[in-house]
């Protein structure tokens, strides 16, 4: 499927893709400001820290998200807490028990699971942003020449062979064809590419040269990093809705035992 094709595709939002608010890009949109500068702040903080201090980024850190989430909707907030948990269970396999990357300590840093809400509601921000939504064709189009040229450079021309990250390309070209928000992914292009090579340039996690098996090759970072990520996208805007409707249901069955009792 050509470039083209997929940005021609008429754009199918969820809702909470747009609010009655749509924000200037990274101007108005408190999430991307503090992710964009947050998250890196706390990454060049991480540098030879201790247990301890990263212990203490991470509860900054889930304070911001906590901060940010009052001004969301109870959905935003539900996919928040899909994409936390799902996340962090990916984190704590890949990570300590399968080595496919590993961070500097050799844990899962405290500040990881938030901030894994925070890239989440950045690039949310970025997708629901007038600015983009005005470009959705133009974005599209370039997420997709910008990302395949990275992937080539990673599996063609690097000096370490990268076919996760073009297999992540792939899976990014997937979620720009038919996946259910267009400007969810391209918002998480942007900024998990540029987190994840901060993050393996400043020593914080560093990739595996191979995945468990041996067989398939992986860049430091993988260049399609964000497709692998747009999995955790896919699953708060599926997971989003049943996970708040369960919640609701939950206060509800609540509300009546606890007005008896007044």
Request: with cysteine.
């Amino acid at each position: 499927m050509t470039s083209q094709a997929i940005a021609a595709r008429p754009s199918s939002v969820p809702a909470v893709v747009r609010p009655e608010r749509l924000g200037v890009l990274g101007r108005l949109d408190p999430p991307v400001v503090v992710t964009l500068v947050w998250v890196p702040l706390v990454l060049l903080l991480d540098r030879g820290a201790g247990i301890w201090w990263q212990r203490a980024l991470g509860v900054g850190t889930w304070l911001l998200l906590m901060a940010l989430l009052r001004r969301e909707t109870p959905l935003v907030r539900a996919q928040v807490a899909v994409v936390v948990v799902f996340a962090s269970a990916v984190e704590y396999t890949c990570s300590p028990l399968l080595e496919v990357y590993v961070y500097r300590l050799g844990n899962v840093p405290a500040f990881v699971p938030p901030g894994h809400g925070l890239v989440y509601l950045c690039a949310l921000a970025i997708g629901r942003s007038a600015w983009l939504h005005r470009r959705t064709g133009p974005a599209v189009a370039t997420t997709i020449v910008l990302g395949g040229l990275y992937a080539g450079w990673g599996l063609f021309w690097s000096a370490r062979p990268d076919a996760l990250g073009a297999f992540w390309y792939l899976c990014l070209l997937g979620f720009l064809a038919w996946g259910r928000s267009r400007t969810l992914y391209v918002g998480a292009f942007l900024v998990v590419t540029y987190l994840e090579l901060l993050g393996t340039w400043w020593g914080t996690w560093a990739w595996s040269t191979h995945d468990p098996t041996g067989l398939v090759s992986i860049g430091n970072p993988p260049s399609g990093a964000a497709g692998g990520y747009g999995w955790f996208d896919l699953a708060a805007v599926l997971a989003g809705p049943a996970v708040l409707a369960a919640a609701t249901r939950h206060r509800l069955r609540r509300t009546p035992a606890s007005a008896s009792t007044t």
